[in-house]
């Protein structure tokens, strides 16, 4: 699996954007880019996945760069309930069965009132 | 919607004992679940890949006599912390891949706290 670079930390005011990078500069073509947030003492939660389109759902959206050695996660209107850490997961797309993870340190989003 | 549930949340045990721990998947099946331990301040890292109606698969460094993984029908997987000690004590987290994922979407169980006296 590529490694992932992501700043261990940042804050963000409440109602603004919260935009979270990550670097893959080691992405190989068929590994997705995978984005997974965990509440304190809480399970971590699926966010979002792209593979080299801009994709968006109800929770964010992810913005792949054209060479795919970069990303970023976008909260559009950052809540205090969307203070976690975020981690970012480079895997190749699996089968049925389901991969296992493989967790970084993440960054720890602060969002402030 | 699916979820993932875990059982108990959290437990306090003594040196020595066992400790199991439940993990359901809810208005879904799972053929695999997959077990973490977390540290406080920490990363989750992955401790073993539970199977349905086969052995579980562990991580280099992770006792399978300790951690004792039994996955036996399509929605429950149980780990049992055998013998427990103070160390042991992490935050246990379960996932299992979403039915209508890729693989690598998953939900995960909201964990189980377990420390040890």
């Known amino acids: 699996d590529a490694k992932t670079t992501q700043p261990p930390s940042m804050d963000c005011a409440e109602g603004r954007a919260a935009n979270l990078p990550c670097n893959h500069s080691t992405i190989s073509g068929n590994e997705y880019v995978y984005w997974y947030r965990q509440i304190h003492s809480q399970g971590p939660q699926y966010i979002i996945h792209?593979?080299?389109n801009n994709e968006t759902n109800e929770m964010a959206s992810l913005i792949i760069t054209e060479d795919r050695k970069s990303s970023t996660l976008i909260l559009p209107h950052a809540t205090l309930r969307d203070t976690a850490v975020y981690y970012c997961i480079v895997r190749v797309g699996g089968g049925n069965a389901g991969n296992m993870l493989t967790f970084g340190g993440g960054t720890r989003l602060m969002v402030k009132p | 919607g699916a979820v993932v549930s875990q059982h108990p949340s959290w437990v306090i045990c003594k040196s020595g004992t066992s400790v199991k721990i439940e993990c359901r998947s809810l208005?879904?099946?799972?053929?695999?679940m997959f077990w973490y331990r977390q540290f406080p301040k920490q990363s989750l890292m992955l401790m073993a890949t539970?199977?349905?109606?086969?052995?579980?698969?562990?991580e280099q460094g992770v006792e399978k006599d300790k951690f004792l993984i039994n996955h036996a029908s399509l929605t429950l997987s149980t780990l049992t912390v055998t013998s427990a000690h103070p160390e042991d004590s992490s935050f246990y987290i379960c996932?299992?891949?979403?039915?209508?994922?890729?693989?690598?979407?998953?939900?995960f169980g909201p964990g189980t706290r377990l420390t040890v006296t």
């Open positions: 792209g593979l080299k």
């Open positions: 208005d879904f099946q799972a053929t695999t």
């Open positions: 539970s199977n349905e109606g086969s052995k579980a698969t562990y």
């Open positions: 996932s299992a891949p979403m039915p209508s994922g890729s693989g690598n979407e998953q939900y």
